[in-house]
């Protein structure tokens, strides 16, 4: 038996309502995992197994597994309801005239029945052991456990440089248009999570594309946030869904969010603390040291009283021995606290150079003010300030970049 296609707004209900078709459990339904599936009869089966099997180890009788399907052309849908003969525990959805990952979940989520609500990849590229991590955050008390690739034990399997580099980007655009949502995740791009019902249900929801996290945090009540590193596997069989349009959904999904405001109370209170001052203020203190240290080698390198080198080359090395210098000290002092906990050459290499990248945005941010300003704004008049304004944000600018994807302090206990 089909679970009946919910029609209406996109809104979780408060509690949840009688499913004619939910098995009739001898124990309360704890755990309610969304598994949105297109075109994947190649792994689904497999994917239903592990999580059985994890799962009737450690919630017994109390979870279910609920498989949104879009219609899809290699019928997923009824290889699904197939296996709900052989696992009680799962629940089938086939979706027509209607479309897209991130309401595909929120209509899984409407039919749920338990307290809890997750949602997985049916490719294998979520491993399902991360699951029981999730698990163990939400019924400790966190609102939310996100599956991460950017915290201790995360990370990607075999993407490219490229590849790397674009989600990256993503990611800093969020930073940007939209700090007090994505800044609160280390990988707000992630489509594994766990959420508290009562921590969703309420508001209208809205998402465009694929990042159904993004409208979690930021319509949702979230305040405890848990997180889980995983690797992000390859994927075996079938093949990604994502497509260019995806990047222009992000985009506009950043922008519903941002002018919506439609934001929670929480988070609103919530950016107006995002900036931890102390920090910030250690972090312009390194800035200023720069600016000597930029200074006295410039001098020593090409002041015609000392070596008379030319002032380009001079002025290269300075402001590189300055970053350098930068970088030291905001590892050892700024964010000392989260260097300490990754300790080692590589990792310490792998920190200076994503410093240099993100303050070569932060050089060109500032340029690109300071033109603005003084030949847009100020009409080619007040060059001094409209210098101390770029420079301040860019300092901003790597501050919070630097924050956020280098130095990287979730508000969250880790995973250990
Ligand atoms: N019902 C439904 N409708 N399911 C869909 C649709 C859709 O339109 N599009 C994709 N899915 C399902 C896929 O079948 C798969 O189970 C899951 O959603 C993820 O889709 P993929 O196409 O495999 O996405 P991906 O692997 O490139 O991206 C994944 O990882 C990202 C990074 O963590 C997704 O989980 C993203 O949400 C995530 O951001
Ligand atoms: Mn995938």
Known sequence: MLIPQPAGALQVPARPSNQADAPAASHPIQLSLVLPTYQES????????????????ALPQAYELIV???????????????????FPQLRVMRRQGERGLSSAVIRGWQVATGPVLGVMDADLQHPPQALLKLLGHVQAGADLAVASRHVEGGGVSEWSLARRFLSRGAQVLGLVLLPSVVGRVSDPMSGFFLVQRSAIAGPILAPAGYKILLEVIGRGNVEQIAEVGYVFQERAAGESKVTWRQYGAYLQHLLKLRFDGHRSRWNRLKSSRQLPLARLLRFGVVGLSGVFVDMAVLYLLSDPSTLAWGLTRSKVIAAGIAMINNFVWNDAWTFADVSSRQQGWSARLKRLLKFVAICSGGLFLNVLVLN????????????????????????LWNFWINLKLNWRVTQVPRDK
């Open 42 to 57: 190649q792994t689904l089966a497999s994917v239903v197994r592990q999580l059985v099997a994890l799962l009737d180890q």
């Open 68 to 86: 949104v399907d879009d219609d899809s052309p290699d019928q997923t849908w009824a290889l699904a309801a197939e296996l709900t003969r052989q």
């Open 372 to 395: 603005l300003l003084f030949n847009q704004v100020f009409g080619g008049q007040g060059r001094y300030l409209a210098n101390l304004i770029a420079i301040a944000v860019a300092t």
